[in-house]
């Protein structure tokens, strides 16, 4: 009987490339290393898992060049299938290995099942497993960037302890989570994106998030898709990088489908609507919000869809408006929308006079 994680990860790691063939699925063996896109079993070449042992280090243990994440494979099977606790990490391991349980566990409630593999089905289980943000620190979190309005429309909720390993040497930590579901064009969850959030103040540096190296993760299929705030097959749409930089447009706009492709290289490659005939770029004030609006814009225009950029003052909508306020926000936006789309989409001003 193993009794301990370094057991169970020492015994998984004998059997490192069965381990990555089932649970990291989209990637494929290269000389001693399994390369895959990420730990939820994206597909690319980033993360690198050793295969055996050598002078670098044991089999089992990998590492992210992308993120700089690490860790051993009890850290694959708790990602990739977006487990909640080290005792299901360590049921699933032992499941795999074929060992006895550790004890009988009373079903006192029904639970959910260990997600069957894959990160879309780790991104669905952890969306359905968080719960609404109104009246928790996501919602917190929002108003203190602005966005006082959070017209989401049901894309985004609220895990009270979501799992954050900072790396191979430590334990995993739990913090507060806004999580957003990335959708496809058929509205399918294909991920989630994670910001884990500081439950005891928003300072100045990281405006609510919490302290650790990395706050935003996202798990899952990105390519294509987005985080969407609104139908996805109507004639018009918003589209740009934060999920902040989109919400604080929805506080003006909040009718208006928009969609948070999550980066630059995400929304360059963002799937267009076959219903879409106007496309709004939010792009950012910076080289890649430029880069980012040429190559949408001609893949617009190549689908006869009319594209517009939307420029912000600052470096983002959302320091827009938490500097100049949601009138200043509607009046530069009142110059940059199409005619028929003021009428249709934007508020009017509460301000006096």
């Known amino acids: 009987m193993f009794r301990d994680a370094s057991d169970l990860a020492r015994r998984l790691a004998r059997e490192a490339e069965a381990v990555c063939r089932h649970y990291l699925s989209n990637g494929r063996r290269e000389g001693r290393y399994w390369l895959v896109g990420d730990v939820h079993n994206s597909p690319g070449r980033s993360m690198f898992v050793r295969l055996q042992d050598s002078p670098k280090g ?25 487990l909640r606790d080290f005792r299901e990490v360590a049921e699933e391991a032992r499941r795999f290995l074929n060992l006895p349980r550790a004890k009988p566990q009373p079903a006192l409630k029904p639970i959910h099942p260990p997600a069957s593999g894959g990160s879309q089905e780790a991104a669905r289980r952890l969306f359905a497993i968080s719960q609404p943000i109104e009246g928790t620190v996501v919602e917190a979190y929002l108003q203190h960037r602005g966005i006082t309005r959070v017209h989401h429309g049901g894309s985004l909720r609220f895990h009270p302890r979501c799992y954050y390993r900072p790396d191979e040497h430590l334990p995993s930590e739990t913090w507060p989570a806004m999580i957003a579901r990335v959708t496809n064009l058929d509205g399918l969850i294909t991920g989630v994106h994670r910001t884990w959030l500081d439950p005891d103040g928003f300072d100045r540096i990281r405006l609510g998030k919490a302290p650790i190296d990395t706050p935003r993760r996202a798990m899952g299929d990105l390519l294509g898709n987005a985080v969407r705030f609104g139908v996805a097959d109507d004639d018009v749409l918003v589209a740009g990088e934060g999920i902040e930089t989109m919400l604080s447009l929805r506080c003006i706009l909040p009718t208006l489908p928009m969609a ?26 910076d080289a890649a919000g430029c880069a980012v609006q040429a190559v949408l814009s001609q893949r617009a225009g190549a689908a006869g869809i009319e594209a517009i950029a939307l420029s912000p003052r600052l470096g983002d909508f959302n320091e827009d408006l938490h500097v100049f306020g949601l009138d200043a926000l509607r009046a530069a936006l009142r110059i940059q929308l199409a005619p028929e789309d003021i009428d249709r989409f934007l508020l009017p001003s509460t301000a006096p006079g």
């Open 260 to 285: 948070a492709a999550l980066s630059a290289n995400h929304l360059s490659a963002m799937a267009l609507s076959s219903s879409l005939r106007r496309l709004y770029i939010a792009r950012d004030a």
């Open 58 to 82: 044991p089999a089992g243990k990998w590492t992210d060049a992308a993120t700089s994440e690490h860790g051993d494979l009890l850290d694959v099977i708790r990602e990739s299938l977006g």
